[in-house]
């Protein structure tokens, strides 16, 4: 009669192999997309100010006044009414202040009555305002068309 002897074999099988690589490459990937630590509160932060600038431009229409987004320095702007910093029909003062070392430039967009962007003679704008955040050499940008008052951000 022959013997038959078995052996215990240690090691890994070949599906814990492939699932450790799975899950080695999807944490890879996320770091990957990750970036830099300051470019998602950057493009969170441009994203905010084209939702303001659209905010405003609504508000324009449905209050039929003009309003101004104020660049008040390269850390805080606001949406004003002849100067006063208004606040919204929902009550939320609109003031903004940029965090975690994001710089702004750019200057003041009226907008009339209708939402249009206007120019300081309450004349149409004719070119593209842009304003430009930035943090540890990264940018984004920010644009309103002229006549339209489109709003699109530029990571």
């Given at each position: 009669?022959?013997?038959?002897?078995?052996?215990?074999?240690?090691?890994?099988?070949?599906?814990?192999?492939?699932?450790?690589?799975?899950?080695?490459?999807?944490?890879?990937?996320?770091?990957?997309?990750?970036?830099?630590?300051?470019?998602?509160?950057?493009?969170?932060?441009?994203d905010q100010l084209a939702r303001t600038l659209r905010h405003a431009q609504s508000l324009s229409l449905t209050q039929g006044r003009s309003l101004t987004l104020?660049?008040?320095?390269?850390?805080?702007?606001?949406?004003?009414?002849?100067?006063?910093?208004?606040?919204?029909?929902?009550?939320?003062?609109?003031?903004?202040?940029?965090?975690?070392?994001?710089?702004?430039?750019?200057?003041?967009?009226?907008?009339?009555?209708?939402?249009?962007?206007?120019?300081?003679?309450?004349?149409?704008?004719?070119?593209?305002?842009t304003w430009t955040l930035s943090v540890s050499g990264s940018t984004a940008s920010v644009r309103v068309e002229p006549v339209t008052g489109f709003v699109s951000?530029?990571?």
């Open positions: 009669m022959a013997s038959t002897s078995t052996k215990q074999q240690s090691g890994f099988t070949l599906i814990e192999l492939v699932t450790v690589l799975i899950l080695l490459g999807i944490l890879m990937s996320s770091l990957y997309l990750r970036g830099s630590p300051s470019t998602p509160s950057l493009n969170a932060q441009a104020e660049v008040q320095s390269t850390t805080n702007y606001v949406v004003s009414d002849a100067g006063a910093t208004i606040t919204d029909p929902q009550g939320t003062v609109q003031a903004f202040t940029l965090l975690n070392g994001v710089t702004l430039a750019g200057g003041n967009l009226d907008f009339d009555s209708l939402g249009r962007p206007i120019d300081a003679t309450d004349n149409l704008i004719t070119t593209a305002q951000v530029t990571p």
